[in-house]
């Protein structure tokens, strides 16, 4: 007993006492403290490919197969990238439901944290375009005026000339773009859903996909009004024709029917 307080006494066993308490912290610290960012990512990801995986197997294996591999209800999803998930589930087009001419949108059923989880199991099978981000989509530096040129040249034909939407042969349809997210837009281009041929960068570069997002944006937003007044719908010239038909001539008939009227009063009198 005598001893040991003795050696409380040293002028040295404060310091060994304070060394002995940091190499006992550090040690604590070294085995508690979270991984470094980059191991914390890679578990996120492969956490969320799990999810994605799980999810997978009840809503989509039954017609895409249980690997991703296809079947004869469904196509495969190697290589189809996040972007297509993204856009397919996103827009509510999948889980198909029945059978038809043309896969419709639907009600979107997945929350986008599932659809990240659906896309970055999808995209483990097979690499293939990443969800495009805001840089991408978003309207900084775009140029509306060649995004409408460009529409007018790339899309018009079976969208519209605003947009608008149209028929296709055989039951198929191109929809009207009004409200459509700028990302499953730009996703749309990407991927090619159905009917619709792709546009990959060396077609339409990063910047021009910007710019028709920017042109769709700008006659469609509800923000900006049409630049010659009353739109008739954007449908172009026959609706505007038409218009000029029905209303046009139909004043001027009334005006013919007015004077008539008036000339035969004048001549009773
Ligand atoms: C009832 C069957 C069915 C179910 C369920 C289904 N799909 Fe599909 N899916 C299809 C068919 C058919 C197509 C092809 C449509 C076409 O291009 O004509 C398709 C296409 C796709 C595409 C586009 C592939 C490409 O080449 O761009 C993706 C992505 C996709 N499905 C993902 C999913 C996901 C994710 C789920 C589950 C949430 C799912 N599908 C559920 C039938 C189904
Ligand atoms: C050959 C005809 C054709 C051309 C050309 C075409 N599309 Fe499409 N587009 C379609 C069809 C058909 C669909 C519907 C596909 C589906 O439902 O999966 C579609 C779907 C879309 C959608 C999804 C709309 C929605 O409601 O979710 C967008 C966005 C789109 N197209 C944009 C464009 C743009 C931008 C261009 C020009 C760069 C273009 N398309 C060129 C036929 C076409």
Redesign the pocket.
């Known amino acids: 007993m005598k001893k040991l307080s003795a050696r409380r006494r040293h002028p040295l066993a404060a310091v060994v006492v304070l060394l002995l308490a940091l190499a006992a912290t550090g040690g604590l610290y070294a085995a508690f403290a979270p991984a470094s960012k980059a191991q914390a990512d890679e578990t996120a990801q492969s956490l969320a490919i799990d999810e994605g995986k799980k999810l997978y197997s009840v809503g989509c294996a039954s017609c895409h197969g249980t690997g991703g591999q296809g079947s004869s209800d469904g196509p495969s999803l190697v290589g189809v990238g996040a972007a297509a998930v993204d856009f397919q589930v996103g827009?509510g087009?999948m889980p198909a439901q029945q059978p038809g001419a043309?896969?419709p949108?639907k009600k979107v059923i997945y929350t986008q944290a599932e659809i990240d989880q659906l896309a970055a199991y999808i995209s483990s099978l097979g690499a293939g375009p990443s969800v495009p981000t805001k840089a991408e989509y978003g309207p900084d530096g775009a140029d509306i005026a060649k995004g409408g040129e460009l529409?007018r040249t790339?899309?018009a034909?079976?969208?519209n000339f605003t947009g608008k939407g149209g028929a296709?042969t055989h039951g198929?349809?191109?929809?009207d773009?009004e409200g459509?997210a700028p990302k499953?837009?730009y996703e749309?281009?990407q991927t090619g859903?159905?009917?619709?041929?792709s546009?990959p960068d060396t077609t339409?570069s990063e910047k021009n996909k910007k710019d028709?997002i920017a042109y769709l944006n700008a006659v469609n937003g509800d923000d900006t009004e049409s630049p010659g007044g009353l739109e008739l719908g954007g449908l172009g010239p026959v609706s505007e024709g038409l218009f000029a038909w029905v209303f046009g001539l139909g004043a001027l008939i009334a005006v013919a029917v007015w004077v008539a009227a008036r000339t035969a009063k004048a001549k009773k009198s």
């Open positions: 827009t087009r043309q896969i949108k529409f790339n899309c034909q079976c969208h296709l198929k349809f191109a929809p773009l459509v499953h837009i749309a281009m859903p159905q009917n619709m041929p546009f339409l028709i």
